[in-house]
């Protein structure tokens, strides 16, 4: 099946300081990636949406200019999060869907999440 | 039994017995509807998804219900095993090529 891979699995930082988070499809091409948060013991949220070589698509109360996000291939999409802060402490999850020539366009293949922990 | 709080909604099983997971979601215009379980510190994996023109799937000791009338959605995971204690989401999709919407997830506890 379809492989999304996240790196890294965890990671502390410190206040202040900025944080890059890889999404990478291993085994397909992902025309659309979305990246997702999750506070504990809570639901996914989506952040934005990106497709390759666009500028990503974010959801309505999501800093655009403190989350990154790059989708410069077909299988790598990046979050960035710069200035982080305590409350930036979180799960985050990245999917990525194949367009109709490859796997059904409504199948989402979720990573195994980033846990971001800044002190 | 099942509780509804400031917690995780849960949902405790004995083990071998059936489990039946429900989803309420919002917009009657869904036209696809996914289950995903998640493990504790993992992301989501797919179980079973199911189209609105239809009223049940059956997958792999899992099977899929849908009622557009009361847009409700539930799973049922027959002879429930330890190994199925995870939290579970129901996502629904509003249209063709949007995102999905996750509902607020359901922990399942499989007792021995």
């Known amino acids: 099946g379809a492989v999304v891979s996240q790196h890294p699995s965890r990671v502390i930082c410190k206040s202040g300081t900025s944080v890059k988070i890889e999404c990478r499809s291993l085994?397909?091409?992902?025309?659309?990636m979305f990246w997702y948060r999750q506070f504990p013991k809570k639901s996914l949220m989506l952040m934005a949406t990106s497709n390759e070589g666009s500028k990503a698509t974010y959801e309505q109360g999501v800093e655009k200019d403190k989350f990154l996000i790059n989708h410069a291939s077909l299988t790598l999409s990046t979050l960035t999060v710069t200035s982080a802060h305590p409350e930036d402490s979180s799960f985050y999850i990245c999917s990525a869907r194949v367009g109709l020539a490859g796997v059904p366009d409504y199948e989402q293949y979720f990573g195994p999440g980033t846990r971001l922990t800044v002190t | 039994g099942e509780s509804v709080g400031l917690h995780l909604p849960t949902l405790s099983v004995q083990e071998g017995d059936n489990s039946i997971i429900n989803c309420a979601y919002s917009n009657s215009a869904s036209d696809y509807f996914i289950w995903y379980k998640q493990e504790s510190g993992k992301g989501p994996q797919f179980i079973i998804d199911i189209r609105s023109n239809m009223d049940k799937r059956q997958g792999q000791r899992v099977t899929v219900l849908l009622n557009k009338t009361v847009k409700h959605l539930s799973l049922q995971i027959a002879a429930t095993q330890p190994g199925d204690s995870a939290v579970y989401f129901c996502a629904e999709r509003l249209s063709y090529g949007q995102n999905f919407v996750f509902g607020p997830g359901t922990r399942l506890s499989v007792l021995p």
């Open positions: 085994d397909f091409q992902a025309t659309t």
